[in-house]
């Protein structure tokens, strides 16, 4: 079935830090379907505080910190211990010793960097924002995670075991990838709907953020050849950024 709510609730359990009930018979085989969903629901969750906190009169700068500081903790830095892994493998000038160096647990000084980079361009972006972030985050959440599954379904794994390996293996790549496609722009449409008067550039940055996102996972195979779980944690993590630098465009 294409609704399935304990994959639903298996993949709020990978893709984040919020507690399911153990006593439900989760299904993981095929979680990945549902990334851009989860995305949805975290940026919309990040945006609402984010809204709360705008209530109490917190400025904009600390705003925006907790947001990202939120956002890691949320998904418990899944995706951005995979962008730190990722900048050390591409460090590496041998592409043979590149997988060898992403298993390592010990984060090398690029790694380090990248995830300074990550956290420092999300708050300078976030903060340079005013209007629409709760949309914005919703869809950048959204629009990354479906790069997530863009790459699952395009490239080729590059490891025989590992923590992405079960989600290639579970894809319904055409089904998967129009689900989460379909979810993204009826939540644009919503916004359209809400804001027509904005219509064309929630267009452009509509399509402008799908551009981003089937560029990133394309960037990273072919640096690396494929994908691992890392890379997959690099697609969400750099997409997210880079449609935030994109929506501090006034368009």
Known sequence: MLLNFNSLLAALTFYTCFPVSQNLKLDFSRIARWAPV??????TGLGLVDLGLDRLNVPSLTRS????????????????????DSADGLAVQDPDRRLTVMSDSVTGAFGAM?????ILLKTCAL?????DRIWILALAAGWSRWGQVLAIALYPYLKAQGKGAFHRQGLNAAQDIALGLACLLMVTGCQIYLQPANGLAISIRSIASCTIT????????????GHTGDTYGAVVEWTETFILCLSTIAL
């Not at 989860?38 to 940026?43: E, F, S, T």
């Not at 990248?114 to 990550?118: C, F, H, M, R």
């Not at 903060?127 to 209007?131: D, G, N, P, R």
């Not at 089937?214 to 050849?225: A, E, K, M, N």
């Open 214 to 225: 089937v560029l990133v996972g394309y960037y990273f195979h072919r640096r690396f050849g």
């Open 65 to 84: 910190a907790i947001v990202v500081v939120l956002w890691i903790w949320w998904t418990g830095g899944l995706h951005l211990d995979g962008a730190m």
């Open 114 to 118: 990248v995830s300074v980079a990550i």
């Open 127 to 131: 903060t340079e924002i005013t209007h």
């Open 38 to 43: 989860i995305g949805l629901l975290l940026g």
